[in-house]
């Protein structure tokens, strides 16, 4: 999987949670879109659900199991969830150590 893939499924993922949240306002998502940073459009609780769907998805569409969710994401001195951009290149570094 490469890195233009996986920034579709991690956007595509993210639409799919917004669009079963009425309440959301739809904002046009691409690889700027802040997540759990200053002027994200969605709450703490929107990206725990978008973390396990995207989880999900990588591990049964594509073969990735990994764990977004780890000591090792939370530490990290630039968090992977502060955009889009910021996880694909953070799923990719964990999907090319697998």
């Known amino acids: 999987m490469n890195r233009e893939e996986i920034k579709q499924t991690v956007i595509s993922v993210l639409i799919s949670i917004i669009n079963d949240m009425p309440d959301l306002e739809q904002?046009?998502?691409n690889e700027s879109t802040l997540l759990l940073s200053e002027g994200s459009f969605i709450d703490s609780l929107t990206l725990v659900s978008f973390i396990v769907d995207l989880e999900t998805v990588?591990?049964?569409?594509?073969?990735?199991d990994i764990s977004l969710t780890d000591d090792r994401a939370m530490t990290r001195e630039k968090s992977p969830y502060d955009s889009i951009i910021a996880l694909v290149e953070y799923i990719d570094e964990l999907a090319g150590e697998q």
Do not use: H, R, W
Not at 58 to 64: K, P
């Open 27 to 29: 904002e046009e998502i």
């Open 58 to 64: 990588l591990a049964n569409e594509y073969d990735i």
